[in-house]
């Protein structure tokens, strides 16, 4: 024996094909939706009468019998000619009303020929409970259908005694229950649907929505599948794609794309590309290319994250790409003018302090001149100062990497402090310094010697007379740390988050009119993590700041 089971694929097949009858049904006109619900009541009655045919012709002439067939035909006819589109929605369901008349006439007409026939009324209960209007009213119109249908041959009869009444209420209550059951499931079928177009509405709005956010933002928004096949595309990146074809490409296919590292003219292989390696696996995060070649050519940063589907499975990736040419191009002409600029300004400090040096040695000059060109020498070199901070800033991100070597950090503090020493005393500035173990290092001494001089610079110059200043070198674990200590201004706490961001100066230091830059500390930042560790700062206004720097220490 074969024995066939039903699966869930094979359920939501008959699920999606009744729901396409039922949507193909619901876009018929109304005449035509009312005979194909007139028909099945009459093939049944036209089956009714073939039966008959055969089995007791005689009964067939009988006269309700006739007059039922009869009225069934009368009222498909009035379902073809009446304009059902012209009428209010409700009228359609007299028809299933006047449906009782036939089949009571009809089971009068051949009582005793088939049994059952009863039973016919379940067409018209379905189509009055399952029409949604007024449920309670249908069920009740449906029930008094049932009941005349079986009681109005006995009243015509005058057989109207309580036992032969009762003898026929089985059929009305088999109906009463078809109805009720049709009409709850009616009701709640139609509260999903109206859930369900619900949030259809509403997620074709957010779809709708999202297509406008991500077609309005300046940035190009690529999804891709598991396997790499484009899922979705805005506007902004069908723009950034169209400007890295070459003029001869078709755009049919993504290896077409003119793709370059930033600063290389090797055009990049597929598997190097950003799609590639989002997929394989390799962390992508405003990433700069170039897109195209030429004076048209587009610089991009790209960043790529993978998204999930339903089951959590990973679904693909997002890449975003911005256009960030026009900053490229406004980064490197500032680097390239603040670079012209500070060796320009260089040149003519040299010479200043040199002379000044030089004025310095001799033996004619008084102490008054001597105190002016003391005053002349500090200015200066506070200008060669801020001058190298600027120097240096033009130059991050350089492809120039620095030599690193062995050295001692508690030597370079001591090295910083020894230079400082002069402009400590001028100020009447106490400076101590604690560094005697050696704490060897591998770094880059420029940049580690301009993170003390910078350190220790800030501590005299937001220090009053009379404070001191303490420098300490110690190890902390793997760790070499520095600290400078000062009893200076402070720093207010909404000033702490961003004394390491370039141009950034706190508001005391303004109002005090302290000169500088605001590069120095976020320079220092910059060498710090350049060497793996990091610069920290604790501050209290009016008490004064504790600045603190760590470097790996190295066998």
């Not at 694929?9 to 049904?25: I, M, P, S, T, Y």
């Not at 069920?139 to 015509?156: I, R």
């Not at 001869?248 to 990049?268: F, I, M, N, P, T």
């Not at 610079?457 to 740390?481: H, P």
Request: net charge negative.
């Amino acid at each position: 024996m074969n024995i066939t089971y039903v699966t869930g694929g094979d359920v939501e097949r008959v699920l999606d094909a009744l729901l396409h009858a039922q949507n193909r049904f619901q876009r018929l006109d109304a005449r035509r939706r009312v005979v194909i619900s007139q028909l099945p009541l009459n093939v049944t009655l036209l089956l009714v009468a073939v039966v008959v045919l055969f089995t007791d012709r005689p009964a067939m002439e009988r006269p309700g019998f006739v007059a039922g067939q009869a009225v069934a035909l009368l009222i498909l006819g009035l379902c073809l000619l009446v304009p059902w589109n012209r009428l209010p929605g409700w009228s359609i369901l007299l028809v299933p009303v006047m449906d009782f008349i036939p089949l009571a006439l009809v089971r009068s007409g051949i009582e005793g020929v088939l049994s059952g026939l009863g039973l016919l009324a379940v067409f018209p209960v379905m189509w009055l409970a399952g029409s949604g209007y007024r449920p309670r009213l249908a069920v009740a119109v449906s029930t008094l259908g049932s009941l005349l249908m079986v009681w109005t041959p006995l009243l015509a009869v005058g057989s109207t005694a309580p036992h032969n009444l009762v003898a026929e209420i089985v059929v009305p209550f088999m109906l009463l229950a078809v109805a009720i059951a049709m009409s709850v499931l009616t009701v709640s079928g139609m509260t999903q649907q109206r859930r369900v177009e619900e949030l259809l509405a509403q997620s074709k709005t957010r779809e709708r929505l999202l297509d406008t956010i991500l077609d309005t933002v300046d940035v190009g928004v690529l999804v891709v599948d598991s396997s790499g096949k484009d899922v979705f595309m805005n506007a902004k990146q069908r723009q950034l794609f169209l400007a890295g074809l070459p003029d001869e490409a078709s755009g049919a296919d993504d290896s077409e794309v003119l793709l370059y590292r930033d600063g290389s003219d090797e055009l990049l292989p597929l598997e190097q590309r950003p799609v590639a390696r989002a997929l394989a696996g390799d962390p992508i995060s405003h990433e700069l290319y170039r897109l195209g070649r030429g004076t048209d050519a587009r610089m991009v940063s790209v960043s790529a994250r993978e998204f999930l589907d339903a089951a959590g499975d990973r679904g693909g990736m997002v890449l975003a790409c911005s256009d960030v040419t026009e900053v490229v191009v406004a980064v490197r002409a500032r680097d390239s003018f603040l670079s012209a600029m500070s060796h320009e300004f260089r040149t003519p400090l040299t010479s200043l302090l040199g002379y000044a040096e030089l004025l310095q040695d001799d033996t004619s000059l008084g102490p008054s001149a001597r105190a002016d060109l003391q005053v002349m020498s500090r200015n200066a070199r506070h200008l060669r100062k801020m001058v190298d901070d600027i120097l240096a800033a033009s130059v991050e991100g350089s492809s120039v990497e620095t030599q690193r070597t062995r050295l001692d950090l508690a030597r370079l503090l001591r090295q910083a402090a020894a230079s400082a020493m002069p402009e400590a005393e001028g100020r009447g500035i106490e400076l101590r310094v604690v560094a005697d173990d050696d704490l060897p290092v591998l770094g880059d001494r420029t940049g580690l010697v301009r993170i003390l001089d910078n350190l220790v610079s800030n501590a005299l110059k937001y220090s009053d007379t009379g404070t001191s200043v303490l420098m300490t070198a110690e190890r902390d674990g793997r760790s070499a740390v520095c600290r400078i200590e000062d009893q200076g201004l402070g720093i207010a706490p909404e000033d702490l988050g961003r004394i390491f961001t370039r141009f950034q100066r706190t508001d005391a230091a303004r109002r005090a009119g302290i000169p500088g830059t605001g590069l120095g500390l976020a320079l220092a930042q910059e060498v710090a993590e350049q060497h793996g560790g990091r610069l920290e700062v604790a501050s209290e206004v009016g008490v004064g700041s504790v600045f603190t720097l760590r470097i790996p220490l190295t066998e």
